[in-house]
């Protein structure tokens, strides 16, 4: 059922449900194996923003160091991305994972987790949701726009950051997740399937 892909979804108690289950369904339909992580030491389940109930297939805790995903994605949630902006496992992760040119993405509140753990501090684009723009920008360049896909080249790599809006935008920003780890003709394909 899963091809060779795999993601790391990000969750923590008030993430916004609709970017948790809308990006963690079309990627599975895509054939990317997504683990939903709690940043919890525990795979205890967490309510979302909107008192969704998720329970987690494992906690930070579980994930080896020699582990290494195609993508590590953090949904938003006001409550869910202060949690995770002050977390230290998943600054480690999300650094692990941009420094080696692995996709980090994140929606909604989700980049100021990436400000809080330095991912593309003072050198990336990035998009979020409206309230949280002009924060950012003392850090970052921020454009107003649904879905925008960061590519920062260094002279041994091309680090990617994917950005978007909210949970209108998490459709788009998933289908964006698909094109950058398998490609066009499987987003057309996911397109057809779920009439987007």
């Known amino acids: ?7 790391v979804l990000l969750l923590a108690n008030g993430s916004e449900e609709s970017e948790v289950v809308n990006t963690v369904n079309v990627l599975r339909r895509a054939g990317i194996k997504v683990t939903i992580t709690s940043i919890e030491a525990n795979r205890e389940a ?16 579980e994930l ?3 582990d290494t995903y195609d993508a590590v994605i953090v949904p938003g949630g006001e409550k869910g991305s202060a ?8 600054g480690n ?12 993405a994140a929606i909604c509140a989700g980049p100021e987790v990436f400000r809080a753990h330095k991912i593309g501090v003072k050198i990336a ?5 409206p309230e949280c723009q002009n924060d950012l920008k003392s850090d970052y360049n ?6 925008y896909h960061c590519e920062l080249k260094t002279a041994d790599r091309v680090h990617h950051i994917l950005t978007s809006q909210g949970p209108g935008t998490s459709f788009a920003f ?19 399937e779920m009439l987007l």
């Open 1 to 7: 059922m899963f091809g060779s892909k795999k993601a």
């Open 46 to 61: 967490l309510k979302c923003a909107h008192d969704t109930v998720i329970v987690p297939d494992i906690s930070i805790n």
């Open 64 to 66: 080896s160091t020699d």
């Open 83 to 90: 949690a995770m902006a002050k977390n230290l496992a998943v």
């Open 93 to 104: 992760l999300l650094q692990q994972h941009y420094e080696k040119g692995k996709l980090v």
């Open 125 to 129: 684009t990035v998009t979020a949701y």
């Open 142 to 147: 921020v454009v107003d726009q649904p879905v």
């Open 174 to 192: 998933a289908l964006k997740i698909v094109e950058i780890l398998d490609g066009a003709s499987k987003v057309k394909k996911i397109r057809e």
